[in-house]
């Protein structure tokens, strides 16, 4: 099923919700004749501009006829919607004001109204409308739910309030298949992050990736995989803030209390301000049915954080377990009188997180400065900069690279947010190897134009430069997502990059479709037969990984799997048998020759390869998988029943064994087991 992607700027099908509403025709009967055919004309004349797609016709004819009828409610509808849709949103915002003023009760132009006002970056109303559009309903439109959750979770997570966010995450899409937006809202509600997507540093993409990940497991109740991920973030990013208090809570709910308790003391150590982990103590020895130690960490708690409903909460009940029935009687006094739990704040977790600056913010003093110098000196600072903008496209134009740098960090003084400034300082650091360098411009060019895809390549490619492989990974992909551009030799760099980053991460078949289209000579030609011979032999690393030991292996299996892409058996074949002559023991290498001699359907010959490769590689699920697919071919289900039961033992998670055992039980007549192992093939491959 394919992930519920969320446009920027959602379109709902407005026009059935007003069949209910007054138009308010009495009001009209009362107005002059004259009035009347005016209005009559001109709302006839917005409506066709409308119906064809003439958005700016149509605005301009619904503002003359809202003019002559303000108690127009559909009027003010489509013009808000008009405005919406064309993404002025400060001009939305007054007209659905005037439609909620007319009709308060319209969940729809309230979640409207939000959506316009957290476009113009008015955060706390948002917030305040899209909850009451929830409260009064989205007439029946799913799509508007889920984007109204969206952007509140997004703005609780920015008001620090990031349990209240993951529960509207988890309330209003299907956990089996959250769409990518919801796990990065998920994931910055787990590392407790109090900013909104779009304003985080993208050196911090693949920490939060990783957050998403291990989010998206917990929404799924899958506590295994969770406590798994958990851990591996833990290695990868042993001191990042909230990472060791989330880890103890989910061990704590599989009760695993000591070792809980080793990552809340863990968080203090790297969180010796924050109250949580201490909290968190406290609840666990109450579970566990300590109350002084309870006591003593919900106290350590209110010191840290006075305001605290739930510090003083978890007092008042170990002065309750303990007996203490008019000191807990205080304690719920102090309660009554403590404002409503709000986040925890810490502005250094926002500013390790945050998009960082370029020198281009400007300090108060420089503002005021500005404004007395006057329109003068601005004119002179424009000659200026287009000045050095040119100089800049001179020296770049030469192959004056220094002088091109410099150029350009004089004109970005002047005019910060200069797009292509930033674009051409981060290419030319990247020419000239200067690759940490490189990447701070090229941070810079993405925030202000996030669809700018060779940015994001450069991005990329300066990151596997620096060996961030996980960064790298992602902004590449995202690079693709958005449309590679540049020339052939560039776009197959930047692929073979990809391919070589999903080898190390064990992604092997997604890096062969990559490569495979690559094959032939040019750019890399060498680098991509290594990588898919990294990939026919399923070994996690990069080409310049590989050692003089094995690089005379790799480079032959490199070679087949290129024979192999072009169907040039009879070349591949021969090269795979003397492979397998010198290297016998060599994993994977059997597996790949069977497959090899299955797509000739050669399945006898197929079968005692893979067969071969289960006894050298007795953990691996994909020669059963492969034996299990041939005998179903042959319509030999009985024969594929054991191949495919030891696959899916082999590899529980694995969405291919499931879907084939799920094809013998339906050859067999089993579709009750059939429909269970299909049901996660889809929800895997979604």
């Known amino acids: 099923m394919p992930a519920l992607r969320f446009r920027r700027h959602p379109r709902f099908q407005f026009g059935v919700i007003f069949v209910a509403l007054m138009f308010g025709s009495a009001a009209l009967a009362q107005s002059g004749s004259s009035s009347a055919d005016d209005f009559q004309r001109i709302a006839q004349q917005a409506a066709t501009a409308r119906e064809g797609g003439m958005s700016e016709d149509a605005i301009r004819f619904y503002r003359r006829a809202v003019e002559i009828r303000p108690d127009w409610d559909e009027g003010w509808w489509y013009l808000g919607s008009l405005y919406y849709d064309t993404d002025h949103y400060a001009q939305a915002i007054p007209a659905f004001q005037k439609l909620i003023e007319l009709n308060p009760k319209l969940g729809l132009a309230w979640d409207l109204l939000g959506l316009s006002e957290y476009e113009t970056k008015d955060y706390t109303n948002s917030l305040v409308h899209l909850k009451r559009g929830q409260e009064l309903g989205l007439e029946d439109n799913p799509e508007a739910v889920k984007v109204a959750k969206y952007h509140i979770a997004l703005l609780l997570n920015l008001n620090r309030q990031f349990v209240k966010a993951t529960e509207v995450l988890k309330s209003g899409f299907e956990p089996e298949h959250l769409p990518d937006q919801i796990k990065i809202a998920l994931g910055m509600a787990l590392l407790r992050i109090p900013l909104l997507p779009n304003q985080v540093d993208p050196s911090k993409d693949a920490l939060i990736h990783a957050a998403s990940e291990t989010a998206a497991l917990l929404a799924q109740n899958n506590l295994e995989q969770a406590l798994k991920s958990f851990e591996q973030m833990l290695k990868d990013y042993p001191d990042t803030p909230y990472l060791h208090y989330e880890y103890g809570s989910t061990l704590a709910s599989a009760s695993r209390y000591d070792e809980a308790e080793t990552q809340l003391r863990a968080e203090m150590r790297i969180m010796p ?6 909290i968190r103590m406290a609840s666990f020895a109450l579970q566990r049915n300590h109350p002084r130690e309870a006591l003593q960490s919900a106290e350590q708690a209110i010191g840290l954080a006075p305001q605290s409903r739930a510090a003083h909460e978890m007092k008042r009940q170990a002065l309750l377990a303990l007996g203490k029935s008019e000191e807990a009687a205080k304690e719920a006094k102090t309660l009554g009188d403590l404002p409503s739990e709000a986040g925890e704040i810490d502005v250094d977790v926002a500013r390790a997180y945050a998009r960082g600056t370029t020198g281009s913010q400007t300090r108060p003093e420089q503002t005021a400065e500005k404004n007395l110098v006057g329109v003068g000196n601005n004119a002179d600072k424009s000659r200026e900069f287009a000045e050095l903008a040119d100089q800049a496209r001179a ?10 740098i410099r150029f350009c960090q004089s004109a970005l003084k002047l005019r910060p947010d200069w797009e292509e400034g930033w674009a051409n300082l981060g290419m030319l650091y990247f020419s ?20 700018r895809s060779e940015a994001w390549a450069l991005l990329g490619l300066s990151e596997f430069e620096r060996k961030d492989y996980q960064n790298s990974l992602l902004h590449l992909t995202r690079a693709q997502e958005l449309g590679l551009a540049g020339n052939a030799a560039a776009v197959r760099i930047a692929r073979y990059h990809i391919a070589a980053l999903l080898n190390l991460n064990g992604e092997f078949e997604k890096a062969m479709d990559l490569l495979v289209p690559e094959v032939g000579p040019g750019p890399a030609a060498d680098k991509i037969k290594l990588a898919l011979g990294l990939a026919l032999l399923r070994i996690p690393l990069l080409p310049d990984q590989i050692t003089a030991d094995n690089s005379g292996l790799i480079q032959s299996a490199g070679e087949s799997a290129a024979l192999l892409s072009e169907s040039r058996y009879d070349q591949a074949f021969p090269v795979l048998q003397q492979m397998l002559r010198e290297n016998p023991a060599t994993l994977y290498l059997h597996y790949a ?33 492969r034996m299990a697919s041939i005998a179903l071919l042959l319509h030999r289900p009985k024969d594929a029943l054991s191949s495919g039961e030891r696959a899916v033992a082999l590899a529980p998670q694995s969405a291919e064994a499931h879907y084939v055992l799920g094809r013998i039980m339906i050859e067999m007549g089993e579709a009750g087991q059939a429909q269970s192992g299909a049901c996660l093939h889809e929800s895997q491959t979604s």
């Not at 770049?396 to 002088?403: F, I, L, M, N, P």
């Open 395 to 404: 020296a770049q134009q030469a192959g004056r690279t220094e002088d091109a």
């Open 273 to 278: 301000r924050s109250a949580l982990p201490h």
């Open 593 to 625: 020759y069977g497959s090899a001699l299955a797509s000739l359907s050669r399945y006898d010959e197929a079968e005692a390869q893979l067969r071969e490769e289960t006894r050298i590689n007795p953990n691996t699920a994909l020669p059963y998988i």
């Open 432 to 451: 000239s190897s200067q690759y940490a360098e490189a990447i701070p411009a090229l941070e810079t060019t993405v925030g202000l134009n996030p669809k």
